[in-house]
């Protein structure tokens, strides 16, 4: 199994990024994939995941409505398209794996399984 992170970048406040994280080893269709964040100095939090089976999708309270997740089954690939990026977005993004999803344990990190090397975001004029 391995997760590839691409997309991060440099990008001034209130720009737009897209992030892509690319699958292999695994059939995307039995796999929810998740994002998050790890601001400098600070712990790793969730920000966004799709779910396998209804393709519902969670965002944290920072990023709801600036960002949007989706998934292409033919690439193997999950999407994290950030718009309006602000100061506070900087750091690196990871995705990461795991059979199933819920609304109450989406955003408990432990609960996730393989994870990306990640790709670095700086937002920053």
């Known amino acids: 199994v391995q997760l590839v992170e691409s997309g991060g970048g440099l990008v001034q406040p209130g720009g737009s990024l897209r992030l892509s994280c690319v699958t292999s080893g695994i059939r995307l269709d039995y796999y929810a994939i998740g994002w998050f964040h790890e601001a400098p100095g600070k712990e790793r939090e969730a920000v966004s995941c799709i779910s396998t089976t209804d393709e519902s999708t969670y965002y944290s309270d920072s990023v709801k409505g600036r960002f949007t997740i989706s998934r292409d089954r033919a690439k193997n690939t999950v999407y994290l398209q950030m718009n309006s990026l602000k100061s506070e977005d900087t750091g690196i993004f990871y995705c990461?794996?795991?059979?199933?999803?819920?609304?109450?344990?989406?955003?408990?990190?432990?609960?996730?399984?393989?994870w990306g090397q990640g790709t670095q975001v700086t937002v920053s004029s």
């Open positions: 990461a794996m795991r059979p199933r999803v819920s609304s109450d344990t989406w955003d408990v990190l432990p609960r996730w399984e393989d």
